[in-house]
Antibody, heavy 121, light 111 residues
Framework: EVQLLESGGGLVQPGGSLRLPCAASGFTFSSYAMSWVRQAPGKGLEWVATISGSGDGTFYADSVKGRFTISRDNSKNTLYLQMNSLRAEDTAVYYC??????????????WGQGTPVTVSS | QSVLTQPPSVSGAPGQRVTISCTGSSSNIGAGHEVHWYQQLPGTAPKLLIY???NRPSGVPDRFSGSKSGTSASLAITGLQAEDEADYYCQSYDISLSVWVFGGGTKLTVL
C-alpha cells in the first residue's frame, strides 16, 4: 500500500524558514518523480515543485522559485521541501504527491494527508 | 485566476447526472496534454479520480467518466449519491508556462 506522510509544518514568522519531509513507503521510491502541491485556506490546488526520480531534474512554480528547494534522499525514501524567505501568501496545507513516471509526473496518483504551514507574525 | 477554468459550483439531486467543465487553451489542453481529475472530500487530501482524459483508477466507480475535446474537458457523474459531495479539480500541463496547472475547483452539492 502506497503511503505518503508529511511532517514539519507549523507557525513561522515572515522571512523565516521551514523544512518539510515526506516519508514514502509501499513503492520503489527512486522510480518515480515526486511533487509538492499546496492549498491555501479556502482556495484551490497549486503546484509548487517537482523532482525526478533520480533527483537530477527539478522544476518550480514562479511563485516559489529562488526561495524553495525540493530534494530527495532515495536511500531514506524521503522527499523534502526547504522553504526560505517565507511570506504570508505561502500559508497553506502542503501535500506531497507521487507521479507516475521517473522523469515526468504527468499526474499525481497518490497524495499524503498534508501538513499545514502558517506564516504570520 | 486559474489557467484552467471550472465553474465554481454545480448541484444535482440524488440519482441525477451532472457535468463539470474544464476550459483551457492552446497551450495546455489544446496542445494535446491530457486532463486528469481529482476529488477532494471535505477535510481530506485530493484523490485521483480520472487520469489520461477518460481512465478510472482501480476502485473508482464507473459512475465517473471523463472526456476531452479541443481546448476543453468534462467530468460526468451519473447516479449522483450523497457521498459524491466534494470539490473536484481538473489538472493538465501548460507548455507556455512550463508548469502543471489545476483548475480553480468546482464544489458539487447533492441536493
Amino acid at each position: 500500500e502506497v503511503q505518503l506522510l508529511e511532517s514539519g509544518g507549523g507557525l513561522v514568522q515572515p522571512g523565516g524558514s521551514l523544512r518539510l519531509p515526506c516519508a514514502a513507503s509501499g513503492f520503489t521510491f527512486s522510480s518515480y518523480a515526486m511533487s509538492w502541491v499546496r492549498q491555501a485556506p479556502g482556495k484551490g490546488l497549486e503546484w509548487v515543485a517537482t523532482i525526478s526520480g533520480s533527483g537530477d531534474g527539478t522544476f518550480y512554480a514562479d511563485s516559489v522559485k529562488g526561495r524553495f528547494t525540493i530534494s530527495r534522499d532515495n536511500s531514506k525514501n524521503t522527499l523534502y521541501l526547504q522553504m526560505n524567505s517565507l511570506r504570508a501568501e505561502d500559508t497553506a496545507v502542503y501535500y506531497c504527491a507521487k507521479g507516475v513516471d521517473s522523469s515526468w509526473p504527468y499526474y499525481f496518483d497518490y497524495w499524503g494527508q498534508g501538513t499545514p504551514v502558517t506564516v504570520s507574525s | 485566476q486559474s489557467v484552467l477554468t471550472q465553474p465554481p459550483s454545480v448541484s444535482g439531486a440524488p440519482g441525477q447526472r451532472v457535468t463539470i467543465s474544464c476550459t483551457g487553451s492552446s497551450s495546455n489542453i489544446g496542445a494535446g496534454h491530457e486532463v486528469h481529475w481529482y476529488q477532494q472530500l471535505p477535510g481530506t487530501a485530493p484523490k485521483l479520480l480520472i487520469y489520461g482524459n477518460n481512465n478510472r483508477p482501480s476502485g473508482v466507480p464507473d459512475r465517473f467518466s471523463g472526456s476531452k475535446s479541443g481546448t476543453s474537458a468534462s467530468l460526468a457523474i451519473t447516479g449522483l449519491q450523497a457521498e459524491d459531495e466534494a470539490d473536484y479539480y481538473c489538472q493538465s500541463y501548460d507548455i507556455s508556462l512550463s508548469v502543471w496547472v489545476f483548475g480553480g475547483g468546482t464544489k458539487l452539492t447533492v441536493l
